[in-house]
Nanobody, 126 residues
């Protein structure tokens, strides 16, 4: 399974971006999906996750109310809608897939995810 993340860029504080993650196979329809991010000098941290059924979502406290994770109609695509961006959101964003998740599982733990995309840079200027 290969994951391709895109949609990053430079945006002013308060602005919005939409990240996309496309999987190479429709097998991921039964995988939970997550977004993580890594800022310079920091560890990779959880941002958001969605169950493969789409019915369960999970968010880091720092993005709750501003970010929305959603599965696309094709089920091999996952989006991260980011609103009201702040300078502290600046990071490389990675999408990931968890093949062992149940239909309502949306894990926050990085080690649960077996497949990772290459990352897309998000830079928020203040």
């Amino acid at each position: 399974v290969q994951l391709q993340a895109s949609g990053g860029g430079l945006v002013q504080a308060g602005g919005s971006l939409r990240l996309s993650c496309v999987a190479s196979t429709r097998t991921v329809r039964t995988y939970a999906s997550g977004w993580f991010r890594q800022a310079p000098g920091k560890e990779r941290e959880f941002v958001a996750a969605v169950s493969w059924s789409g019915g369960t979502t999970n968010y880091a406290d720092s993005v709750k109310g501003r970010f929305t994770i959603a599965r696309g109609n094709a089920k091999n695509t996952v989006y991260l809608h980011m609103n009201d961006l702040k300078s502290e959101d600046t990071a490389v964003y990675y999408c990931a897939a968890d093949p062992d998740a149940g239909p309502v599982s949306a894990e926050r733990v990085r080690d649960e995810y077996d497949y990772w995309g290459q990352g897309t840079q998000v830079t928020v200027s203040s």
